[in-house]
């Protein structure tokens, strides 16, 4: 259970460190910036098999890694975002859209 509400801060400064590697760093010296550098297909190719790996810990109930893994997950969303120029914003307006809509409508509403 999350204690600290800050912790939020947390996915802040994972973004700011991904912005700043993106392309200020050598793909030789930074993961991010090799992904970055192999372009939107290959970060999204990898955040689909972070996504599964999750799906995978989560399904087994092996909450422990089911941590790690949705830590991964979270870390390639982000560098897959940069990959294409999203701003967080962008999906914090999104969701912001959203806020006082049912799922299950909002869901009927992309359907149509």
């Given amino acids: 259970h999350m204690k600290d509400k800050n912790q939020f801060k947390t996915l802040e400064i994972l973004w700011n460190t991904i912005e700043n590697r993106a392309y200020n760093s050598s793909p030789k010296d930074s993961y991010v910036a090799f992904l970055v550098s192999k372009g939107v297909k290959k970060c999204a190719k990898k955040l689909g098999e972070e996504a599964i790996e999750t799906c995978i810990a989560s399904v087994t109930k092996n909450k422990e890694e089911a941590i790690k893994e ?22 914090m307006a999104e969701l912001k859209k959203r806020e006082n809509i049912s799922g299950h409508d909002e869901k009927l509403n992309r359907i149509k």
């Fill in 70 to 91: 949705s830590a991964d997950l979270l870390f390639h969303m982000f560098v897959l975002w940069k990959a294409l120029e999203l701003d967080p914003e962008e999906i």
